[in-house]
């Protein structure tokens, strides 16, 4: 497919386009204005939540959400929802399945770089609704348009964005438990379900012991938490005295994406081709800033781990024997 033909398939809008690389080029958005301003905090133990001992299975309107987009560079730019995961079993299956499990739809968020080989992978599946993410033109860090020009898809803050929540309300569902294609701990369980609606929130984000990782995490932002990025804590900042991080995976209600809340554009430094280039990119977590959230923290070792990310072939040959060891375990 020509970049021509992807952008007017993925819905490439132009008049932002331009208004965002004019705030590149004048240093609007930049490097520098990712970082957040104002005083943090860690949170503490009384801001987290904990997952119960055991719930009832309840998974009336609810559905899996996937986020089965991006480019997947890091995975050789291949679908990687299509890729075995473990004994012959894709990444996409395993959503699947588990999905079919607890009887609940799937919502499926493609990229012009998924969607059509995912499509044909689904067949006519009546019970996977699918979407896809926009996508926007590579810049140069002054601001013009990198060499190609050279589509990219802006980040999962799309699925907050452009998730069709009049189609969902028309099935009957009402709730979200969202997740990254290749977190393959992340499934359906009815704890989860539970915590989150005890706490009563719109959003659910799940969190995880820290053990020294980099990445974003809850903190309280001038007294507000919020999920915040790695790339945004500003120098000086010690995320290593943060107890939790996000693990990408949460539950959210139909009707806090209604709003189609104003998420931030970040600037982000890519290799392409052996040169720097320029992606904007929104983040779904930000969604935290604007809606109140429940920060609930999950296992992330044995068998009950609901945090197994694999971005690189060399994670996924790590991973594949606690996969095993999930794939045969029924959580209820």
Not at 153 to 167: I, K, L, R, W
Not at 190 to 216: F, M, Q, S, W
Request: no cysteine.
């Amino acid at each position: 497919m020509s970049v021509d033909e992807i952008l007017e398939r993925y819905g490439f809008d132009e008049r932002l386009f331009e208004e965002l690389r004019v705030r590149v080029a004048s240093g609007e958005i930049s490097r520098d204005a990712n970082l957040v301003r104002g005083e943090l905090e860690p949170l503490g133990d009384d801001d987290l939540a904990r997952l119960p001992e055991d719930a009832e299975p309840d998974f009336a309107g609810v559905a899996v959400a996937v986020l089965n987009g991006g480019m997947a560079t890091r995975f050789g730019g291949t679908v990687k929802g299509l890729v075995e995961a473990v004994d012959g079993v894709s990444f996409l299956d395993w959503k699947l399945r588990d999905a079919e499990r607890a009887g609940v739809p799937v919502v499926l968020m493609n990229s012009f770089a998924t969607d059509e080989e995912t499509r044909e992978h689904l067949g006519d599946r009546g019970d996977v609704i699918t979407f896809s993410q926009s996508v926007l033109l590579r810049l140069e860090p002054d601001g013009s348009i990198f060499p190609g020009p050279s589509p990219y898809t802006p980040g999962h803050g799309d699925f907050a964005v452009f998730a069709p929540v009049e189609e969902l309300r028309a099935v009957g569902i009402r709730t979200l438990m969202l997740s990254n294609v290749d977190n393959l701990g992340a499934r359906v369980d009815p704890r989860v379900l539970a915590a989150h609606r005890a706490a009563g929130n719109p959003l659910t984000v799940e969190v995880a012991p820290a053990e020294g990782d980099p990445g974003g995490a809850p903190v309280r932002v001038n007294g507000r938490t919020q999920i915040v990025e790695g790339f945004r804590f500003p120098p000086g900042f010690d995320q290593h005295a943060l107890p939790v991080f996000n693990t990408n995976s949460l539950v959210v209600e139909v009707d806090a994406l209604e709003a189609r809340h104003p998420l931030t554009w970040f600037y982000v430094e890519k290799d392409v081709e052996g040169r720097k280039a320029v992606q904007l990119e929104r983040l779904v977590n930000e969604l935290s800033a604007f809606v109140p959230t429940t920060f609930l923290v999950v296992p992330r070792r044995g068998p009950r781990s609901r945090f197994v990310p694999v971005k690189t072939p060399e994670d996924l040959e790590r991973s594949r024997p606690l996969l095993r060891e999930l794939l045969a375990t029924l959580l209820f």
